[in-house]
């Protein structure tokens, strides 16, 4: 089992930039990926980043709407994904999940992805 807890959420302007975390503990795996999710209110579960590693290092991918304003990376060493966000925009504003799966490659389905984190919350206002 793989735990995953969220943190670096807050209210920010827009333009604003801010940092969120995520501790994974419990069982690692040598192959796999990492992602970040994002619902906001009414709507559904959306992918946002992923990361994903082998032996041969890691590759990422985002959303065309984060593309350009957000950075996922991971320390290996502290079990650790982060997911810098830049020049925020209201329309950012969502409760922003951490997830962790176990497969070879990169994946955006939410159905992908076998850990979950609760959640943290992103407010972006005008």
């Known amino acids: 089992q793989v735990q995953l807890v969220e943190s670096g959420g807050g209210l920010v302007q827009a333009g604003d930039s801010l940092r969120l975390s995520c501790a994974a503990s419990?069982?690692?795996?040598?192959?796999?990926?990492m992602g970040w999710f994002r619902q906001a209110p009414g709507k559904e579960r959306s992918f946002v980043a992923t990361?994903?590693?082998?032996?041969?290092?890691?590759?990422?991918s985002y959303a065309d709407s984060v593309k350009g304003r957000f950075t996922i990376s991971r320390d290996n060493a502290n079990n650790r994904l982060y997911l810098q966000m830049d020049n925020l925009k209201p329309e950012d504003t969502a409760i922003y999940y951490c997830?962790?799966?176990?497969?070879?490659?990169?994946?955006?389905?939410?159905?992908?992805?076998?850990?979950w984190g609760q959640g943290t919350q992103v407010t972006v206002s005008l």
């Open positions: 997830a962790a799966h176990q497969r070879y490659g990169l994946e955006t389905q939410t159905s992908r992805y076998d850990y």
């Open positions: 419990g069982s690692t795996f040598s192959r796999g990926g």
């Open positions: 990361i994903t590693w082998t032996w041969s290092g890691s590759t990422t």
